[in-house]
């Protein structure tokens, strides 16, 4: 609650009156309000708040001593894990060097203001993306990426205050598109959604969102964030679509989905609830068509999942994104299936007999949801995890094996793309990166 206030641009410290979450579950007892009434009027007419900020909004910066590098680090971490700016493991401290050295990879001035994060509302900058991506143990070139993916979580459509408060834990997803994938080592193929050495910027930029999802977000669990469970990840999830391998005449998802030119640099993130395996291959001698078939009616059956996580993104977000591996692509693109027709056959295949969303209470959570499109799909039956198969994601992506497809179930009342802009320097912080990590290419690679 306080965070949210603060994101409204009042006071941290506002009057509130606390009760346990007993009160608010069906059939609760509300005489103890009653009783309580003399805080409600003193709160509402006699509190004053303490909140003051320095004049110039500036903070002074932290030092550390040690009697070694090693025993300065150490401290270091413990003051961030004690201050709760950390995320419970080793963090690099952002010193100004630090941080100046990540702001290389900006095309825009440190001080560019790209919006509140929320709940809390704390004002995003450029450099406090910096900041956070320091902490991280990222470089320069990843910082084109993480600003764009933060620009996109901030985007209204996203309703990212509710996103980052719920009980649910959804997490943020961040599909890269475009040739600067690979120019950063951002993996595409086996192991895409981590970790991977050879490949670590993923780790790196999906790590420093959560960082700013805490620390400037205020997304503490318990309390900035309900999340019962939590996200399950340190690193959310950042990873690249296998451009090179998709199917002749499969477009970009970037393009697909965002209008995007193939070969533009660019992001789309939406918030995923959850991943599941999806055994997609078949177990014995099966021909090409049934197994791409029984294997798209596992994928159906798994999305078929009538706990209604995908509510808020029923109308024009996603209910989540099946990613397939190259060879899969490859063989379906053959038997002639495109991206639309598939995602056709997963949209139809997937739908809810009405009956069975009733024996679990689904409808009642239909009928009382705020976006009257998404109320009026109660008249359906079977029921839709969508609204229409273009709100499902498909994704190229992961090992060039055929055995397992991802399903990542969303919570995501949007899709949202950005372009990524990168500094005129952007080359020679890739030469560096070479210099620094060894080489990129694909022939480099264990």
Request: aromatic residues 8%; charged residues 20%.
């Amino acid at each position: 609650m306080k965070n949210a206030v603060s994101g409204l641009g009042l006071a941290p410290d506002a009057a509130m009156v606390t009760f346990p979450i007993d009160m608010f579950l069906p059939g609760s007892d509300l005489s103890s309000m009653a009783a309580r009434k003399r805080e409600f009027y003193n709160g509402l007419m006699k509190w004053k708040s303490d909140f003051a900020q320095t004049a110039n909004g500036e903070l002074p910066l932290l030092s550390v001593e040690g009697k070694s590098y090693e025993d300065a680090l150490q401290k270091a971490n413990n003051l961030l894990i004690t201050s709760l700016w950390g995320d419970g493991l080793p963090v690099w401290p952002a010193t100004p060097e630090r941080v100046d050295w990540i702001l290389r990879g900006s095309a825009l001035p440190r001080t560019q203001v790209l919006g509140k994060f929320p709940p809390r509302g704390g004002i995003t900058t450029v450099e406090t993306v910096a900041i956070a991506l320091a902490m991280a143990g990222g470089r320069p070139e990843y910082l084109p990426v993480l600003i764009a993916a933060v620009e996109a979580c901030l985007d209204p459509a996203n309703v990212f205050d509710q996103l980052q408060a719920t009980s649910g834990g959804p997490f943020p997803v961040v599909i890269v598109n475009g040739p600067i994938a690979k120019e950063i080592r951002l993996n595409s193929g086996f192991g895409c959604l981590g970790p991977d050495p050879q490949r670590p910027a993923g780790a790196s930029i999906g790590r420093a969102l959560r960082l700013l999802q805490q620390n400037v977000g205020g997304a503490l669990p318990g309390i900035g964030t309900m999340a019962i469970f939590g996200a399950m990840r340190y690193t959310n999830a950042v990873f690249a679509e296998d451009e090179a391998s998709l199917p002749k005449g499969w477009a970009p998802h970037a393009t697909q989905r965002h209008g995007f030119e193939p070969g533009t640099n660019a992001v789309s993130v939406f918030f995923a609830s959850g991943v599941t395996n999806v055994r997609r291959r078949g177990a014995k001698k099966e021909t090409p068509e049934e197994d791409v078939t029984q294997g798209l009616w596992r994928m159906a059956d798994f999305m078929r999942t009538p706990n209604l996580a995908a509510l808020s993104g029923w109308e024009k977000g996603t209910p989540g994104a099946m990613l397939i591996s190259p060879v899969v692509a490859g063989m379906m693109a053959k038997l002639g299936w495109t991206p639309a027709k598939l995602r056709e056959f997963l949209w139809e295949n997937s739908k809810i007999p009405m009956a069975q969303l009733k024996r679990g209470g689904g409808p009642a959570w239909i009928e009382i949801d705020a976006n009257p499109v998404t109320r009026d799909s109660i008249k359906l039956d079977p029921w839709p995890i969508a609204q229409k198969p273009d709100n499902l994601i498909l994704i190229v992506a992961g090992g060039d094996h055929p055995t397992h497809s991802q399903w990542l179930q969303a919570h995501s009342p949007a899709v949202v793309g950005r372009v990524i802009r990168t500094p005129e320097s952007f080359e020679r912080l890739l030469a560096e990166s070479d210099r620094d990590l060894g080489c990129a290419a694909d022939e480099c690679r264990i």
